[in-house]
Protein backbone atom coordinates (compact mmCIF):
# COMPACT_ATOMS: atom_id res chain seq x y z
CA UNK A 1 0.00 0.00 0.00
CA UNK A 2 0.98 3.42 -0.77
CA UNK A 3 0.00 6.84 0.35
CA UNK A 4 -0.94 9.47 -2.42
CA UNK A 5 -2.44 12.92 -2.41
CA UNK A 6 -4.90 14.32 -4.44
CA UNK A 7 -4.78 17.74 -5.77
CA UNK A 8 -8.27 18.72 -6.81
CA UNK A 9 -10.28 22.13 -6.39
CA UNK A 10 -11.33 22.52 -3.02
CA UNK A 11 -9.67 19.64 -1.99
CA UNK A 12 -5.85 20.55 -2.41
CA UNK A 13 -4.41 18.48 0.26
CA UNK A 14 -6.34 15.15 0.72
CA UNK A 15 -4.82 12.24 0.85
CA UNK A 16 -6.14 8.74 0.13
CA UNK A 17 -4.16 5.25 0.93
CA UNK A 18 -4.58 3.17 -2.15
CA UNK A 19 -3.18 -0.30 -3.34
CA UNK A 20 -0.69 -1.46 -6.24
CA UNK A 21 -3.48 -2.42 -8.16
CA UNK A 22 -6.42 0.31 -8.80
CA UNK A 23 -8.70 -1.58 -11.93
CA UNK A 24 -11.64 0.56 -12.87
CA UNK A 25 -11.15 3.10 -9.43
CA UNK A 26 -12.02 6.60 -9.78
CA UNK A 27 -10.58 9.36 -8.64
CA UNK A 28 -10.41 12.93 -8.99
CA UNK A 29 -7.59 15.18 -11.46
CA UNK A 30 -4.52 16.08 -10.65
CA UNK A 31 -3.03 13.59 -8.64
CA UNK A 32 0.26 13.72 -7.50
CA UNK A 33 2.03 10.41 -5.84
CA UNK A 34 5.35 9.81 -4.16
CA UNK A 35 8.31 8.47 -6.28
CA UNK A 36 7.68 6.59 -9.34
CA UNK A 37 9.18 3.30 -10.46
CA UNK A 38 8.96 3.95 -13.47
CA UNK A 39 6.99 6.68 -15.85
CA UNK A 40 5.97 6.63 -19.24
CA UNK A 41 3.43 7.85 -21.65
CA UNK A 42 -0.24 6.63 -21.83
CA UNK A 43 -1.31 4.99 -24.48
CA UNK A 44 -4.72 6.01 -26.39
CA UNK A 45 -8.05 3.81 -25.53
CA UNK A 46 -9.89 1.75 -27.89
CA UNK A 47 -13.36 3.85 -28.86
CA UNK A 48 -14.97 1.02 -27.27
CA UNK A 49 -13.88 1.95 -23.78
CA UNK A 50 -14.14 5.10 -23.19
CA UNK A 51 -16.50 5.58 -20.50
CA UNK A 52 -20.88 6.07 -20.94
CA UNK A 53 -20.61 9.93 -19.04
CA UNK A 54 -17.49 10.75 -20.74
CA UNK A 55 -18.11 14.13 -22.66
CA UNK A 56 -14.20 15.21 -23.36
CA UNK A 57 -11.95 13.27 -25.28
CA UNK A 58 -9.97 10.66 -23.80
CA UNK A 59 -6.89 12.32 -21.97
CA UNK A 60 -3.27 11.81 -23.04
CA UNK A 61 -2.10 10.88 -19.69
CA UNK A 62 1.37 10.37 -18.42
CA UNK A 63 1.65 7.64 -15.51
CA UNK A 64 3.39 5.34 -13.20
CA UNK A 65 4.34 1.38 -12.89
CA UNK A 66 5.03 0.42 -9.37
CA UNK A 67 7.40 -2.16 -8.67
CA UNK A 68 8.44 -2.31 -12.29
CA UNK A 69 5.66 -4.20 -13.01
CA UNK A 70 4.90 -3.66 -17.05
CA UNK A 71 0.84 -3.93 -17.80
CA UNK A 72 -1.19 -0.93 -20.35
CA UNK A 73 -3.96 1.36 -18.45
CA UNK A 74 -5.76 3.95 -20.05
CA UNK A 75 -7.71 6.79 -18.76
CA UNK A 76 -10.60 8.77 -20.39
CA UNK A 77 -11.97 12.03 -18.31
CA UNK A 78 -15.62 12.18 -17.75
CA UNK A 79 -17.56 15.28 -16.14
CA UNK A 80 -20.14 14.04 -13.68
CA UNK A 81 -23.22 15.80 -15.17
CA UNK A 82 -25.22 16.40 -11.97
CA UNK A 83 -22.46 16.85 -9.84
CA UNK A 84 -20.29 19.26 -12.64
CA UNK A 85 -17.04 17.46 -11.28
CA UNK A 86 -14.33 15.98 -13.61
CA UNK A 87 -13.47 12.94 -12.47
CA UNK A 88 -11.12 9.89 -14.47
CA UNK A 89 -11.20 6.36 -14.78
CA UNK A 90 -7.90 4.47 -13.78
CA UNK A 91 -8.08 1.40 -15.95
CA UNK A 92 -6.36 -2.20 -16.09
CA UNK A 93 -4.22 -1.70 -12.87
CA UNK A 94 -1.08 -1.30 -12.16
CA UNK A 95 -0.54 2.57 -12.52
CA UNK A 96 -2.08 5.83 -11.38
CA UNK A 97 -3.15 8.85 -13.07
CA UNK A 98 -0.20 11.34 -12.40
CA UNK A 99 -1.47 14.31 -14.67
CA UNK A 100 -3.96 14.84 -17.38
CA UNK A 101 -3.00 17.51 -20.03
CA UNK A 102 -6.22 18.52 -20.91
CA UNK A 103 -8.73 18.21 -18.57
CA UNK A 104 -7.17 19.87 -15.80
CA UNK A 105 -9.14 23.01 -15.89
CA UNK A 106 -11.77 21.49 -13.77
CA UNK A 107 -15.18 23.30 -12.51
CA UNK A 108 -15.69 22.37 -8.69
CA UNK A 109 -19.72 22.79 -9.62
CA UNK A 110 -21.88 24.57 -7.55
CA UNK A 111 -20.92 22.77 -4.11
CA UNK A 112 -23.77 23.92 -1.10
CA UNK A 113 -25.86 25.97 -4.49
CA UNK A 114 -26.65 22.80 -5.86
CA UNK A 115 -29.85 23.74 -6.42
CA UNK A 116 -29.76 26.83 -7.47
CA UNK A 117 -30.69 27.06 -11.47
CA UNK A 118 -27.50 27.34 -13.79
CA UNK A 119 -29.34 30.31 -14.92
CA UNK A 120 -28.51 31.60 -11.66
CA UNK A 121 -25.58 30.52 -11.19
CA UNK A 122 -24.27 31.28 -14.29
CA UNK A 123 -25.73 35.25 -13.63
CA UNK A 124 -22.32 37.65 -12.40
CA UNK A 125 -25.32 39.70 -10.45
CA UNK A 126 -26.83 37.04 -8.44
CA UNK A 127 -22.77 35.77 -7.55
CA UNK A 128 -22.58 39.14 -6.49
CA UNK A 129 -25.50 39.55 -4.39
CA UNK A 130 -25.26 35.88 -2.83
CA UNK A 131 -21.52 36.66 -1.63
CA UNK A 132 -20.66 35.12 1.68
CA UNK A 133 -19.90 38.13 3.79
CA UNK A 134 -20.45 37.09 7.62
CA UNK A 135 -19.21 34.43 9.83
CA UNK A 136 -23.04 32.82 10.19
CA UNK A 137 -22.75 32.55 6.38
CA UNK A 138 -19.39 30.76 5.92
CA UNK A 139 -19.52 28.64 9.49
CA UNK A 140 -20.48 24.95 9.12
CA UNK A 141 -19.70 25.79 5.11
CA UNK A 142 -15.83 25.57 6.43
CA UNK A 143 -14.39 24.10 9.75
CA UNK A 144 -12.72 27.19 10.79
CA UNK A 145 -9.84 27.75 13.27
CA UNK A 146 -10.00 29.72 15.91
CA UNK A 147 -7.23 32.18 14.38
CA UNK A 148 -9.97 32.17 11.03
CA UNK A 149 -12.95 32.54 13.25
CA UNK A 150 -11.62 35.66 15.03
CA UNK A 151 -10.20 37.56 11.92
CA UNK A 152 -13.82 37.13 10.57
CA UNK A 153 -15.04 38.74 13.61
CA UNK A 154 -12.62 41.22 13.65
CA UNK A 155 -10.31 42.18 10.42
CA UNK A 156 -13.11 41.84 8.64
CA UNK A 157 -14.85 44.77 10.49
CA UNK A 158 -11.74 47.19 10.65
CA UNK A 159 -9.75 46.51 8.26
CA UNK A 160 -10.76 45.19 5.29
CA UNK A 161 -14.42 43.61 4.56
CA UNK A 162 -15.07 39.75 4.18
CA UNK A 163 -16.69 38.82 0.88
CA UNK A 164 -16.27 35.73 -1.32
CA UNK A 165 -18.72 35.11 -4.44
CA UNK A 166 -19.76 31.59 -3.85
CA UNK A 167 -18.12 30.47 -7.16
CA UNK A 168 -15.23 31.41 -5.80
CA UNK A 169 -16.06 29.43 -2.30
CA UNK A 170 -16.52 26.60 -3.82
CA UNK A 171 -12.96 26.30 -4.58
CA UNK A 172 -11.63 26.53 -0.91
CA UNK A 173 -11.05 23.09 0.68
CA UNK A 174 -13.54 22.76 4.03
CA UNK A 175 -11.25 20.99 6.19
CA UNK A 176 -7.86 22.32 5.67
CA UNK A 177 -7.02 26.01 6.16
CA UNK A 178 -3.82 25.52 4.62
CA UNK A 179 -5.78 24.96 1.60
CA UNK A 180 -3.57 27.59 -0.39
CA UNK A 181 -6.96 29.43 -2.16
CA UNK A 182 -9.08 29.52 1.46
CA UNK A 183 -5.67 31.75 2.74
CA UNK A 184 -6.48 34.48 0.22
CA UNK A 185 -9.54 35.05 1.10
CA UNK A 186 -10.55 33.55 4.97
CA UNK A 187 -9.48 36.68 7.37
CA UNK A 188 -6.96 35.02 10.02
CA UNK A 189 -6.40 37.25 13.37
CA UNK A 190 -2.65 37.77 12.14
CA UNK A 191 -4.57 40.20 10.26
CA UNK A 192 -4.41 42.38 13.67
CA UNK A 193 -1.21 42.52 14.34
CA UNK A 194 1.25 45.20 12.71
CA UNK A 195 4.64 44.41 11.63
CA UNK A 196 7.10 47.46 12.57
CA UNK A 197 7.80 48.32 8.92
CA UNK A 198 4.22 47.56 7.95
CA UNK A 199 2.01 50.69 6.91
CA UNK A 200 -1.61 51.66 5.13
CA UNK A 201 -0.17 53.02 1.97
CA UNK A 202 3.18 51.02 1.08
CA UNK A 203 3.22 52.20 -2.44
CA UNK A 204 3.03 55.93 -1.53
CA UNK A 205 -0.27 56.20 -3.83
CA UNK A 206 -2.00 59.07 -1.83
CA UNK A 207 0.98 61.56 -2.17
CA UNK A 208 0.85 60.90 -5.90
CA UNK A 209 -2.80 61.14 -6.04
CA UNK A 210 -3.85 64.50 -8.59
CA UNK A 211 -7.45 64.47 -8.30
CA UNK A 212 -9.87 62.45 -6.54
CA UNK A 213 -8.91 58.49 -7.72
CA UNK A 214 -6.25 58.97 -10.20
CA UNK A 215 -2.45 58.66 -9.15
CA UNK A 216 0.30 60.38 -11.97
CA UNK A 217 3.52 58.82 -10.86
CA UNK A 218 5.05 57.78 -13.79
CA UNK A 219 6.30 60.23 -16.39
CA UNK A 220 3.46 58.92 -19.10
CA UNK A 221 1.08 56.67 -17.36
CA UNK A 222 -1.11 57.31 -14.65
CA UNK A 223 -2.99 55.16 -12.13
CA UNK A 224 -6.73 55.68 -12.21
CA UNK A 225 -8.80 53.85 -9.35
CA UNK A 226 -12.73 54.06 -10.48
CA UNK A 227 -13.98 51.55 -7.68
CA UNK A 228 -13.20 50.84 -4.07
CA UNK A 229 -15.59 47.24 -4.86
CA UNK A 230 -14.68 44.30 -5.45
CA UNK A 231 -16.09 40.86 -6.33
CA UNK A 232 -14.12 39.11 -3.81
CA UNK A 233 -11.75 40.33 -0.91
CA UNK A 234 -8.13 39.25 -1.16
CA UNK A 235 -7.03 39.53 2.70
CA UNK A 236 -3.31 41.13 1.14
CA UNK A 237 -4.84 43.68 -0.87
CA UNK A 238 -2.54 46.95 -1.07
CA UNK A 239 -4.83 49.19 -1.19
CA UNK A 240 -7.10 47.49 2.25
CA UNK A 241 -7.43 51.46 3.50
CA UNK A 242 -9.63 52.71 0.33
CA UNK A 243 -11.16 48.73 -0.88
CA UNK A 244 -14.38 47.71 0.47
CA UNK A 245 -15.21 50.49 2.36
CA UNK A 246 -14.53 49.14 5.77
CA UNK A 247 -10.96 50.82 6.25
CA UNK A 248 -9.03 54.12 7.37
CA UNK A 249 -9.77 55.60 4.04
CA UNK A 250 -12.63 56.40 1.78
CA UNK A 251 -11.82 56.32 -1.75
CA UNK A 252 -13.46 59.62 -3.68
CA UNK A 253 -13.80 59.28 -7.72
CA UNK A 254 -14.23 62.30 -9.11
CA UNK A 255 -14.30 61.00 -12.79
CA UNK A 256 -14.71 64.93 -14.47
CA UNK A 257 -11.69 65.92 -12.52
CA UNK A 258 -10.10 63.39 -13.67
CA UNK A 259 -11.12 63.30 -17.21
CA UNK A 260 -10.55 67.30 -17.37
CA UNK A 261 -6.54 66.39 -15.57
CA UNK A 262 -6.19 63.79 -18.44
CA UNK A 263 -7.11 66.67 -21.12
CA UNK A 264 -4.64 69.01 -19.87
CA UNK A 265 -2.07 66.53 -19.80
CA UNK A 266 -0.50 65.86 -23.35
CA UNK A 267 2.50 63.65 -21.63
CA UNK A 268 -0.16 60.72 -20.76
CA UNK A 269 -0.08 58.19 -22.86
CA UNK A 270 -1.35 55.20 -20.83
CA UNK A 271 -4.20 54.76 -18.66
CA UNK A 272 -4.19 51.78 -16.16
CA UNK A 273 -8.11 51.57 -14.78
CA UNK A 274 -7.78 49.94 -11.84
CA UNK A 275 -9.80 50.10 -8.00
CA UNK A 276 -10.92 47.76 -6.62
CA UNK A 277 -11.92 46.35 -9.75
CA UNK A 278 -13.35 48.28 -12.93
CA UNK A 279 -14.77 45.20 -14.59
CA UNK A 280 -17.74 45.06 -11.34
CA UNK A 281 -18.57 48.69 -13.57
CA UNK A 282 -22.02 48.08 -15.04
CA UNK A 283 -21.90 47.90 -18.85
CA UNK A 284 -23.07 50.62 -19.62
CA UNK A 285 -20.19 53.20 -17.04
CA UNK A 286 -17.68 51.23 -18.68
CA UNK A 287 -18.82 52.08 -22.31
CA UNK A 288 -19.12 55.74 -21.18
CA UNK A 289 -15.87 55.64 -19.15
CA UNK A 290 -13.57 53.70 -22.07
CA UNK A 291 -15.54 56.27 -24.65
CA UNK A 292 -14.34 59.71 -22.40
CA UNK A 293 -11.26 58.39 -22.35
CA UNK A 294 -10.68 57.65 -26.13
CA UNK A 295 -11.77 60.70 -26.99
CA UNK A 296 -8.35 62.24 -25.53
CA UNK A 297 -6.34 62.27 -28.59
CA UNK A 298 -2.72 61.66 -26.55
CA UNK A 299 -4.00 58.53 -24.84
CA UNK A 300 -2.63 55.63 -26.49
CA UNK A 301 -3.18 52.59 -24.82
CA UNK A 302 -5.67 51.81 -21.78
CA UNK A 303 -5.23 48.99 -19.43
CA UNK A 304 -7.65 47.70 -17.17
CA UNK A 305 -6.78 45.65 -13.80
CA UNK A 306 -9.41 42.93 -12.67
CA UNK A 307 -9.81 39.85 -10.74
CA UNK A 308 -12.79 39.37 -12.10
CA UNK A 309 -12.34 36.51 -14.54
CA UNK A 310 -10.65 34.92 -11.48
CA UNK A 311 -13.68 35.03 -8.76
CA UNK A 312 -16.28 36.11 -11.13
CA UNK A 313 -15.83 34.50 -14.59
CA UNK A 314 -19.78 34.65 -14.85
CA UNK A 315 -19.29 38.59 -15.56
CA UNK A 316 -17.15 38.05 -18.85
CA UNK A 317 -20.37 37.99 -20.74
CA UNK A 318 -20.06 38.40 -24.62
CA UNK A 319 -21.83 41.20 -24.24
CA UNK A 320 -18.51 42.61 -21.76
CA UNK A 321 -16.40 41.10 -24.06
CA UNK A 322 -18.03 43.10 -27.42
CA UNK A 323 -18.05 46.60 -25.72
CA UNK A 324 -14.12 46.29 -24.54
CA UNK A 325 -13.40 45.51 -28.44
CA UNK A 326 -14.94 48.20 -29.42
CA UNK A 327 -11.81 50.38 -27.59
CA UNK A 328 -8.72 48.44 -28.71
CA UNK A 329 -5.90 49.38 -28.18
CA UNK A 330 -7.15 47.96 -25.02
CA UNK A 331 -4.79 45.42 -22.24
CA UNK A 332 -6.20 43.33 -19.67
CA UNK A 333 -3.85 42.35 -16.49
CA UNK A 334 -5.84 39.49 -14.47
CA UNK A 335 -4.69 38.47 -10.90
CA UNK A 336 -4.50 34.53 -10.24
CA UNK A 337 -1.85 33.18 -7.74
CA UNK A 338 -2.37 29.21 -7.75
CA UNK A 339 -3.14 27.22 -10.23
CA UNK A 340 -5.89 25.93 -8.48
CA UNK A 341 -7.59 29.11 -9.16
CA UNK A 342 -8.28 28.15 -13.07
CA UNK A 343 -10.91 26.31 -13.76
CA UNK A 344 -12.59 25.61 -16.37
CA UNK A 345 -15.31 28.65 -15.94
CA UNK A 346 -12.15 30.71 -16.10
CA UNK A 347 -10.33 29.17 -18.75
CA UNK A 348 -13.74 29.65 -20.84
CA UNK A 349 -13.64 33.43 -19.97
CA UNK A 350 -10.13 33.73 -20.30
CA UNK A 351 -10.88 32.54 -24.11
CA UNK A 352 -13.24 35.18 -24.45
CA UNK A 353 -11.27 37.64 -23.69
CA UNK A 354 -8.53 36.71 -25.71
CA UNK A 355 -10.94 35.90 -28.67
CA UNK A 356 -12.03 39.80 -28.50
CA UNK A 357 -8.76 40.06 -28.96
CA UNK A 358 -7.38 41.51 -25.71
CA UNK A 359 -4.08 40.68 -24.98
CA UNK A 360 -3.63 39.13 -21.24
CA UNK A 361 -1.30 39.37 -19.07
CA UNK A 362 -1.29 38.38 -15.18
CA UNK A 363 0.43 39.48 -11.81
CA UNK A 364 0.62 37.31 -9.13
CA UNK A 365 1.52 37.96 -5.59
CA UNK A 366 4.47 35.89 -3.39
CA UNK A 367 2.18 34.83 -0.68
CA UNK A 368 3.20 32.57 2.31
CA UNK A 369 1.42 28.80 1.94
CA UNK A 370 0.00 29.99 -1.52
CA UNK A 371 2.66 30.12 -4.03
CA UNK A 372 6.11 30.06 -2.21
CA UNK A 373 7.75 27.39 -3.69
CA UNK A 374 9.23 27.12 -7.35
CA UNK A 375 6.80 24.22 -8.19
CA UNK A 376 3.61 26.28 -7.18
CA UNK A 377 4.54 29.26 -9.56
CA UNK A 378 5.91 26.67 -12.37
CA UNK A 379 2.04 24.85 -12.18
CA UNK A 380 0.21 28.09 -12.26
CA UNK A 381 2.75 29.79 -15.33
CA UNK A 382 2.20 26.44 -17.40
CA UNK A 383 -1.55 26.83 -16.74
CA UNK A 384 -1.86 30.45 -17.44
CA UNK A 385 0.19 29.99 -20.46
CA UNK A 386 -2.46 27.49 -21.89
CA UNK A 387 -4.93 29.88 -20.91
CA UNK A 388 -3.63 32.20 -23.24
CA UNK A 389 -2.51 34.95 -20.51
CA UNK A 390 1.09 35.42 -20.16
CA UNK A 391 2.71 35.81 -16.78
CA UNK A 392 3.73 39.26 -16.46
CA UNK A 393 4.91 40.23 -12.61
CA UNK A 394 5.29 38.50 -9.27
CA UNK A 395 4.83 40.96 -6.77
CA UNK A 396 6.55 40.39 -3.55
CA UNK A 397 4.03 41.59 -1.16
CA UNK A 398 3.68 44.72 -0.56
CA UNK A 399 4.15 46.13 3.22
CA UNK A 400 0.49 46.52 4.06
CA UNK A 401 -0.62 46.16 7.52
CA UNK A 402 -1.99 42.89 8.82
CA UNK A 403 0.37 40.94 6.03
CA UNK A 404 3.29 39.75 7.65
CA UNK A 405 2.25 35.94 8.13
CA UNK A 406 1.40 36.06 4.15
CA UNK A 407 4.90 37.60 3.28
CA UNK A 408 8.08 35.36 1.59
CA UNK A 409 11.69 37.01 2.17
CA UNK A 410 12.73 38.19 -0.61
CA UNK A 411 15.82 36.19 -0.68
CA UNK A 412 13.23 32.78 -0.92
CA UNK A 413 11.62 34.82 -3.96
CA UNK A 414 14.90 35.02 -5.77
CA UNK A 415 15.53 31.21 -5.32
CA UNK A 416 12.17 30.75 -6.55
CA UNK A 417 12.82 33.02 -9.80
CA UNK A 418 16.16 30.61 -9.93
CA UNK A 419 14.30 27.79 -10.30
CA UNK A 420 12.43 29.04 -12.95
CA UNK A 421 14.57 31.04 -15.92
CA UNK A 422 15.76 28.32 -17.86
CA UNK A 423 13.44 25.89 -16.95
CA UNK A 424 10.91 26.72 -18.41
CA UNK A 425 9.06 28.59 -21.81
CA UNK A 426 10.65 31.73 -21.61
CA UNK A 427 7.59 34.03 -21.93
CA UNK A 428 5.88 31.86 -19.12
CA UNK A 429 8.76 33.48 -16.71
CA UNK A 430 7.30 36.39 -14.82
CA UNK A 431 9.19 39.12 -14.20
CA UNK A 432 9.72 39.09 -10.23
CA UNK A 433 8.94 42.76 -8.79
CA UNK A 434 9.09 44.99 -5.60
CA UNK A 435 7.15 48.34 -5.23
CA UNK A 436 9.73 50.67 -3.23
CA UNK A 437 8.30 50.90 0.03
CA UNK A 438 6.79 54.56 0.22
CA UNK A 439 6.33 55.71 -3.34
CA UNK A 440 9.64 53.91 -5.01
CA UNK A 441 7.64 52.63 -8.19
CA UNK A 442 8.52 48.87 -9.18
CA UNK A 443 11.83 47.71 -8.81
CA UNK A 444 12.99 44.48 -10.50
CA UNK A 445 14.09 41.70 -8.56
CA UNK A 446 16.78 39.10 -10.80
CA UNK A 447 19.00 36.29 -9.76
CA UNK A 448 22.57 37.69 -10.44
CA UNK A 449 23.18 36.46 -13.98
CA UNK A 450 25.43 39.12 -14.62
CA UNK A 451 28.65 39.24 -12.29
CA UNK A 452 30.50 42.33 -13.83
CA UNK A 453 33.23 43.10 -15.88
CA UNK A 454 37.09 41.95 -16.16
CA UNK A 455 40.08 42.57 -19.03
CA UNK A 456 37.29 43.96 -20.76
CA UNK A 457 34.66 41.07 -21.00
CA UNK A 458 31.32 40.87 -19.42
CA UNK A 459 31.08 37.83 -17.34
CA UNK A 460 28.30 36.29 -17.20
CA UNK A 461 26.69 33.29 -15.55
CA UNK A 462 23.25 30.69 -17.25
CA UNK A 463 20.88 29.29 -15.21
CA UNK A 464 22.70 26.32 -14.78
CA UNK A 465 25.28 28.33 -12.84
CA UNK A 466 27.92 28.24 -15.66
CA UNK A 467 29.93 31.20 -15.86
CA UNK A 468 30.70 32.44 -19.48
CA UNK A 469 32.52 36.08 -21.36
CA UNK A 470 30.98 37.89 -23.55
CA UNK A 471 33.13 40.92 -25.41
CA UNK A 472 32.30 44.54 -23.75
CA UNK A 473 31.89 45.73 -27.51
CA UNK A 474 32.83 49.00 -26.97
CA UNK A 475 33.19 50.73 -30.70
CA UNK A 476 36.02 50.47 -32.74
CA UNK A 477 38.72 53.78 -33.47
CA UNK A 478 38.21 54.57 -36.62
CA UNK A 479 42.17 54.67 -37.41
CA UNK A 480 44.06 53.27 -40.40
CA UNK A 481 45.37 49.93 -37.61
CA UNK A 482 41.55 49.50 -36.43
CA UNK A 483 39.39 49.71 -39.27
CA UNK A 484 36.19 47.95 -39.07
CA UNK A 485 35.32 45.20 -42.20
CA UNK A 486 33.13 46.07 -44.48
CA UNK A 487 29.55 43.88 -43.99
CA UNK A 488 30.15 41.34 -46.73
S1 LIG B 1 -9.06 42.21 -6.34
FE1 LIG B 1 -7.31 43.62 -6.27
S2 LIG B 1 -8.13 45.53 -5.42
FE2 LIG B 1 -9.61 43.89 -4.97
S3 LIG B 1 -9.07 43.14 -2.93
FE3 LIG B 1 -7.99 41.84 -4.42
S4 LIG B 1 -5.96 42.82 -4.65
FE4 LIG B 1 -7.35 44.35 -3.71
Redesign the pocket.
Given at each position: MRRISFLSPGAHQKSTTVGASQGGTRGAANCVLGPPARAFLLRQPPPNRIPAACDARPCLVYGFFFGGQAAPFWAGSAVDKDAKRLSFDFCAGKGLLLSCRDCDFCSAGKGFWADVPDEQWNDWRWQLRHRLTSLEEIDGRLKLTDSERRGILLASSRKLALAITPYFFTLLAPEDPDCPVRRQVIPRAEELLRAPYEMSDPCGEDKDMVAPGLVHRYPDRVLFLVTDR?AS??RY???SRI?SGVGEQHLSVDIEQALAYLWEHREVRDVLLS???PLLLSDVRLRELLGRLREIPHIEIVRIGT?VPIFLPQRVTPDLCGLLREFHPLWINI?ANHAAELTAEVRDALGRLADAGIPLGNQSVLLRGVNDSADAVRDLVHKLVRARVRPYYLYQCDLIEGTDHLRVPIEEGIRIMRRLRGYTTGFAVPQYVVDGPGGGGKIPLNPEYLIGEEGGQILLRNFLGKEYRYPSCRPLQRNPGNTPHPAS
Open positions: CYCCTRVGGDRH
